[in-house]
Structure formats: structure tokens, C-alpha cells
């Protein structure tokens, strides 16, 4: 079996806050949000209940001379569909924490990179990490990413990224994969494509989202191939606050929408076609200060 390790979760979380924190006095722009998002179809591999879950959010977004940094931070808390460990009678809950920061070469070297619908060049670096309790697996997700960025001369922004995955776990549940690994289990190096934008539809309503399209990241732990996974969340956002006369981008909601396949890398070969695919519509607030 797995050794139970202490999660590295909230010291990574500190280590984002320090690198924030550390860019604060210099900021040329920062936004800082929490949100709350809900569904009811929520899945999870392995299990063929549709799951509800309620999910709370910390996002922040800041600009410094050389680039920017983005942090998220949510607790999603699923319903009695997704169990929980050590003895609970409600469901799971989960924190995922996503850092990046983007180094605009062109601002580095003094001279911005633009060539075609292009309006800058960027090198990003991050990590995500995560840690869950549910009844069987019990989560410790690591994982560290870097790559190449395009910033697009669009209305709002968007980004295209082509990142290289070290990624990492050590499930410590009661059904925990068992197998010749007696703690972190790290996986092939694989690739990822992400996209992230924000567009402007009118003064009041935004189009807003990313998607990854993930390579396969080799053999799980028990030796099954995994998967290429597609996740896609997108959201149309109505800005309520301006509507009546408050601040712009202090109070939204909105509709969101989550497509997911072959979750964390897992297939309908390895699931039984149980929980690795998603669909989910989902009702979305969020207040900025």
C-alpha cells in the first residue's frame, strides 16, 4: 500500500502567497474574486452517479512589470453521491490550487515581440496541487509545468500555451491502487495545449473560460495505459453591479459549462465507462474587490 504523506497542499498555497505578495508593491493591475459555481452532474471515475457539487473560489490575477501571476484556489464539496472518508456521513471534499506566472519576454529584453495577430511572446511557470478525502482514492495530486505562451491581440485576452507536465500522486484511501509503489507514484512527462480568454461581448455580458487538451501520460499506477484528456470550462458572465449603477466587474453571474473526458487520464477501458466523461451545466456568482 501507499504511505500516508502529510499533504504539501497548504505550503504550496503559502508559497504562491509569498510570490504574490512579494510582486505587490510593483503591481501595474491586480483582480482579486470569490466566487461560488454549482451542478448537479458532476462525475467522478469509477462511480456512475451523477454528483452535486458546490464549489467556492479564491482567484487572483495581477500584472507586474515583467508579466503576471494567476492563482485560484477552490474547495469543491460534492454531496452523498461522491462519499467521503474517515467515517462521514456526507460527501467529499476536495481543494485544488492552479499557480502560474507568465514572464512577457518582450518586456524583459525591453522590445515587445509582435508578429501577425500576435502581441507578445511569454515563458510561464507554475504548479497545481490538490488533496481530497473521498472514500476510496484520497488524492494528493503534484504537479509541476512550464512552457511557451502567445499572448493574442484580441479584445480582453487570450493565451495559448504549450506546457511540459511532471506530474505526481500518492492516494492514501482505503481502495488506494495497490501495486510495487510504496509512496509518490510520478508519471510520464507529457504535453499539454491550453487556451485561456476573457472577451468582451457588450459592456455588460463577457465571454470567459480555458480548455486543456492533455497528452497521455503513460501507465497509471496499477499499469493501465491512460488516456488523452479534454477539459473545457467556459462561462457567459452578466455584470450586475454596472447594470444598476455600482462599479464595473464588482458583482457577476452567470451560466458556466464544464466538459471533461477521460478525467485525470482515465479511460472507459480502465472504468467501466463509469464517471470518466463530464457534462456539466452549472449557475455561477462572483464578487471582485
Known sequence: MYKTKKSLAPQLFAAAILCLSGGAHAADWSDTSISWRAGNDFREPFNPEDIKKNIFAFTH????????????????????????????????????VVYRNTVDIGKVRGSDIKFGPVRGLGATFGFDANTKNDVGYNSRKRMLVA???????????????????????????????????????????HPMLNAAWGIPLSPLFAFEGFV???????????????GAETNLDMQVMYD????????????????????????????????????????TPMVRAEYHF
Open 147 to 189: 512552457g511557451p505562451t502567445l499572448m493574442w491581440d484580441v479584445p480582453g485576452f487570450l493565451t495559448t500555451s504549450l506546457l511540459l507536465l511532471h506530474e505526481s500522486n500518492a492516494p492514501s484511501g482505503a481502495f488506494a491502487p495497490i501495486s510495487n509503489v510504496t509512496g509518490r507514484y510520478t508519471y510520464k512527462l
Open 61 to 96: 490575477a495581477s500584472g507586474y512589470k515583467y508579466g503576471s501571476n494567476y492563482l485560484n484556489v477552490d474547495l469543491l464539496i460534492s454531496d452523498s453521491k461522491d462519499p467521503g472518508s474517515l467515517n462521514q456521513t456526507s460527501g467529499a471534499t476536495e481543494a485544488y
Open 212 to 226: 486543456n487538451f492533455i497528452a497521455s501520460k503513460g501507465k497509471d499506477e496499477v499499469g493501465n495505459d491512460t
Open 240 to 279: 450586475v453591479g454596472a447594470a444598476v449603477g455600482h462599479a464595473k466587474n464588482t458583482f457577476r453571474v452567470g451560466l458556466e459549462y464544464q466538459y471533461w473526458n477521460n478525467k485525470f487520464g482515465n479511460t472507459a477501458a480502465t472504468t467501466g465507462g463509469q464517471g470518466q466523461r463530464a457534462s
